[in-house]
């Protein structure tokens, strides 16, 4: 009895404890200050329309807020209930989706002013104008999936027919319907406040007389390209996310961040914890020694087996902890399906048996990455939901001589150069018009690239390609003249446009919305750009890479198992050999709590609910 | 010596056009699409077609359609004017951006040059003087090794001696992260910032200019006006400082015109390794990420500034030396 009593009332001091731990971390006032090391530069620029360094976009992500829509850290997109009242969808004739959205009142910027939905239609009208267009920003960011976007966006039509305003507090986007249904259409919608007058000035109106929104007539480049250049880069700037930007020197690359007083909450009402946040250029070499000595307090996305290594010393000798987590993405030799003996599916797949992808992937990663047997990353949801399933239907390429020689007779690559019965050399295959294609690939790859590298001693001068029968060739260039033979670019000279490399060693990554159908389009006007950079024409890959995107949003199960038999038909059809995926590391000083992050919920959210403990 | 300064402007204006020209048609033929580079992150993001609609754009706004002499008449055009272009990176101009590697630049080599001058120059004349002393010897032997040991590498080792281990200087940056404090006080913050790299680049260039004023003023004392002046019962310091040091002074000088001129160029290695905001690595980022405009300017401003430093170089000649002068 007494043991009982004694265990109750232990449970419930932990219990009690806790709780108390939670409230008092929730209430407390932001606090502390946190140096991030972030290796990438920072360029000043704290929007992401006009360059895309990835420094300068988690601070754009740190200082706005109030998104109609959010990611959780499970990496699915959700309403953010803190900014939005309630919303609606409506389908339309057109077979466009309209979502309306009401926000709620009492959303203020971090200068005071009120949050109104004019400031939601502002970020999809500025940010798809021509007028950015011409000053060399990307204006497809924001609005291109809403209906109009192409005409408004080059010109052509003075109004955004896809953005309305409907009241003080309403607005409504109309995705067009060539995007519908979309699994990702909430993704689609996710917009929040620009101050117009802070971008340009009080001159400007957008107004909406029912057919969608429009800029006043004195909204033209000359007269405001100045005007929004300086906005780019000035401190104090009107924002309303859940840090201010404080300061930024362009001489130390150093941006200051500080907890914004005003920001009501994420869509789990989480508000910034760490009062002072500064971000703070690295260089590879020495940030290790930065975090020992207390120059940086967090090193993001470490990926080197060294530097891993260096950190992990570092967190055994006390002091320091480290979060890792898997990348969404995977370096890969990309095949190109369409010419030479890459086009041959038993080519691919002797490739993929004479590379042993485990021992590749240990020896470039330093035994901190994994291999994987498809396009996805094994952070996602839905490969972490299917991942039993997939692992049985996946044929994952064991590392094998005599299955790559199998693989290759049975493609009928059983000739020498003569035409005669193949006994050793290189392997030969008859063609339909008879003549004898050698098995020799040519491979791309770019320059001081340490995969490469590492690919000439695993892949090219392994004795086992030459006992198959194949020769592999690598060309070393640089890596835009590498993407001109990828993409076949004969607008810079003739010679990209011909077909010349089977391979070329890249890396990807999958953003939340995971969608495959650019990639292996077979329709002939994307096929001819390169959208489909693998050159591969499989009608059921690229039917169901499509059919996995067009699944309704609340179809979550659907989605998944098209993403199974996609993944499934990819593995068959192997236009990639995937490589190695990292598991990335994070290394911190002691003080830094609760930093929860994935590949997918990366470092400007996970930070919004960690806190400093001094 | 006017018709001869004219004369030289002349060649300088006329060599700068033909560089530039070679210049810019250099950077146009290196292999590669810089509108490509420009949009091929967003390529997986965007639908294909809108993709490809930006890619156009792209290369329809960095006029990369148009011929290559069209391009280089509106460059030079444009440059001549004032105006470098834009960051195809950064999309902002040219002329913003280098404002502040090239500060950052100039007030690290400042402090650099003048420390290593009034190092180098003492110690230089003392082992002339005292040639093939202990002194002498040790100091040979040490310029020697700071002259050949790689700057990374005693970057690397000073990093580790006195930032990590000792803890006396911070490993990396220019001033404290949210520094607050008097413009004195962060003076001295950048100071103490600057001190291991200044050590390390006062190191490197130490061996250099002490053999050379060394050797220069070895050459000085072994000629006859300064045994004359020793003849004639002239104090040592008056015959060392007097006599030989101006004479040798007349090689030493130009070498050190040529080196303040240096104040511009940035230091790839020191501004990488403590991660400073300087010429060297803004130059070859640019080089790195195709971004022809700021690449181009940092070489034809170098270019510039060499052709400039040799002129002036050669007037000093004949200016502390009456017997190269063009005209009496």
Redesign the interface.
């Known amino acids: 009895m007494v043991k009982k009593l004694v265990s109750v009332l232990l449970i419930a001091c932990i219990v009690t404890t806790a709780f108390a731990a939670c409230g008092k971390k929730a209430g407390k006032d932001p606090s502390g200050?946190l140096?991030i090391g972030s290796t990438t530069?920072i360029?000043g620029?704290f929007v992401p329309f006009?360059?895309?360094g990835a420094a300068d976009y988690d601070i754009y992500k740190m200082i706005e807020g109030n998104e109609t829509v959010e990611i959780t850290n499970a990496g699915e997109f959700v309403v953010n209930k803190t900014a939005v009242k309630e919303y609606k969808t409506e389908v339309n004739a057109d077979g466009s989706k309209t979502y309306t959205y009401t926000i709620n009142k009492g959303l203020v910027f971090n200068d005071g002013s009120e949050i109104k939905a004019v400031d939601y239609v502002t970020t999809a009208m500025l940010w798809s104008s021509k007028v950015v267009?011409?000053?060399?920003?990307?204006n497809?960011?924001v609005g291109?999936y809403f209906k109009g976007w192409a005409d408004f966006a080059q010109g052509k039509s003075k109004v955004f027919t896809g953005v309305r305003l409907l009241d003080d507090y309403t607005f409504s986007v109309t995705i067009d319907a060539q995007y519908i249904p979309y699994f990702y259409e909430l993704g689609l919608t996710q917009l929040g406040p620009t101050k117009l007058n802070f971008w340009l000035d009080d001159q400007v109106t957008i107004k909406d007389d029912g057919e969608g929104c429009y800029f006043s007539d004195n909204f033209t480049k000359e007269a405001y390209e100045a005007k929004i250049?300086a906005a780019?880069g000035a401190i104090p700037r009107v924002s309303s996310g859940p840090y201010n930007l404080k300061?930024f020197?362009?001489?130390?690359?150093?941006a200051?961040l500080e907890a914004n007083p005003n920001y009501k909450g994420n869509h789990d009402g989480q508000k910034a914890q760490i009062k002072?946040l500064?971000y703070?250029?690295?260089?590879t070499?020495?940030q290790m020694?930065?975090l020992?000595?207390g120059?940086v307090d967090l090193l993001n996305g470490l990926s080197s087996g060294n530097e891993i290594n260096a950190g992990l010393d570092l967190v055994d000798a006390g002091g320091f902890s480290y979060t890792a987590y898997d990348r969404a993405g995977y370096g890969k030799l990309q095949l190109i399906a369409d010419f030479g003996p890459t086009q041959f599916i038993e080519v691919r797949h002797a490739i993929a048996y004479l590379l042993d992808r485990n021992d590749f992937a240990k020896a470039f990663t330093g035994g901190f990455g994994s291999v994987v047997n498809g396009p996805y990353g094994v952070a996602m949801w839905m490969y972490k939901e299917s991942k039993d399933d997939l692992d049985e239907k996946l044929n994952q390429y064991p590392y094998s001589l005599e299955k790559a020689i199998e693989v290759l007779e049975n493609g009928g690559w059983i000739y020498d150069k003569d035409g005669n019965p193949y006994k050793e050399g290189i392997r030969y295959k008859k063609l339909d018009d008879g003549t004898l294609m050698p098995l020799i690939l040519e491979w791309a790859s770019s320059e001081q690239n340490p995969v490469s590298e590492l690919l000439v001693v695993k892949l090219q001068n392994n004795p086992d390609v030459a006992a198959a029968g194949m020769q592999i060739n690598q060309t070393v260039?640089?890596?835009?003249?590498l993407?001109?033979y990828l993409?076949r670019?004969g607008?810079?000279?003739p010679k990209y446009a011909v077909p010349t490399y089977n391979m070329f060693n890249l890396a990807?990554n999958?953003?939340v919305?995971y969608d495959q159908s650019?990639?292996y389009?077979i329709d002939p006007?994307?096929f001819e750009?390169g959208?489909?950079d693998n050159w591969i024409k499989d009608e059921e890959l690229a039917k169901l890479a499509s059919e996995m995107v067009l699944t309704d949003p609340t179809d979550r199960n659907g989605f998944k198992d098209k993403f199974v038999k996609f993944i499934e038909r990819w593995n068959y059809l192997l236009p990639d050999v995937p490589l190695y995926s990292n598991i990335y590391h994070d290394f911190y000083n002691d003080k830094l709590k609760n930093y929860n992050i994935n590949a997918l919920f990366d470092l400007p959210y996970a930070l919004l609910y960690a806190y400093v403990e001094e | 010596m006017l018709k001869y300064i004219l004369k030289r402007l002349l060649y300088f204006v006329i060599l700068i056009f033909v560089m530039s020209f070679l210049t810019f048609m250099l950077y146009n033929m290196?292999?590669?699409?810089?509108a490509?580079?420009e949009?091929?992150?967003?390529k997986?993001?965007?639908?294909?077609?809108?993709?490809?609609q930006?890619y156009q754009?792209a290369?329809q706004?960095l006029g990369l359609?148009d011929p290559l002499l069209v391009r280089y008449g509106r460059w030079m055009g444009n440059i001549l004017k004032g105006d470098f272009g834009?960051s195809s990176?950064?999309?902002?101009p040219v002329r913003e951006l280098i404002v502040?590697?090239m500060?950052?630049t100039i007030f690290i080599n400042i402090f650099a040059i003048l420390i290593s001058l009034g190092i180098a120059i003492p110690i230089g004349i003392r082992c002339a003087v005292k040639q093939n002393s202990l002194f002498d010897n040790t100091v040979q032997v040490f310029t020697i090794v700071g002259y050949s040991l790689p700057t990374f590498i005693i970057a690397?080792v000073c990093?580790?001696l006195f930032?990590?281990k000792l803890?006396w200087f911070?490993?990396?940056?220019?001033?404290t992260?949210?520094f607050q404090g008097t413009a004195v006080e962060a003076f001295f913050d950048k100071m103490y910032h600057l001190a291991l790299p200044l050590f390390i680049m006062t190191i490197g260039s130490l061996g250099g200019i002490i053999r050379y004023v060394r050797a220069a003023m070895i050459d000085a004392l072994h000629m006859d006006y300064v045994k004359t002046a020793r003849a004639k019962g002239l104090k040592e310091k008056v015959v060392i400082y007097s006599h030989a040091w101006r004479n040798a002074l007349l090689p030493v000088i130009t070498i050190i015109i040529g080196w303040f001129l240096t104040i511009f160029s940035g230091s790839l290695v020191i501004e990488?390794?403590f991660?400073l905001?300087g010429m060297g690595k803004f130059y070859i980022?640019a080089l790195s990420n195709?971004d022809y405009n700021i690449a181009v300017t940092v070489q034809m401003f170098y270019f510039v500034i060499a052709s400039l430093g040799n002129i002036i170089i050669d007037l000093s000649y004949g200016l502390v030396d009456p017997r190269v002068r063009v005209n009496k």
């Open positions: 200050q140096i530069e360029g620029d006009f360059q895309n267009g011409d000053m060399g920003a990307d497809s960011l291109k250049n780019r300061e020197d362009e001489s130390t690359k150093t200051i002072t500064i703070k250029k690295v260089v070499e020495t020694d930065e020992r000595t120059s260039m640089t890596f835009t003249e993407l001109n993409y670019d607008s810079q000279d990807t999958f953003p919305m650019s990639q389009t006007v994307l750009t959208a489909n | 290196i292999p590669g699409d810089p490509r580079v949009v091929q992150s967003i997986n993001k965007v639908p294909a077609e809108v993709y490809q930006m754009q290369r706004r359609d834009m990176v950064y999309k902002q502040a590697p500060k950052n690397l990093i580790f930032a990590v803890g911070p490993v990396s940056g220019m001033t992260p949210n990488r390794m991660n905001h980022d195709q």
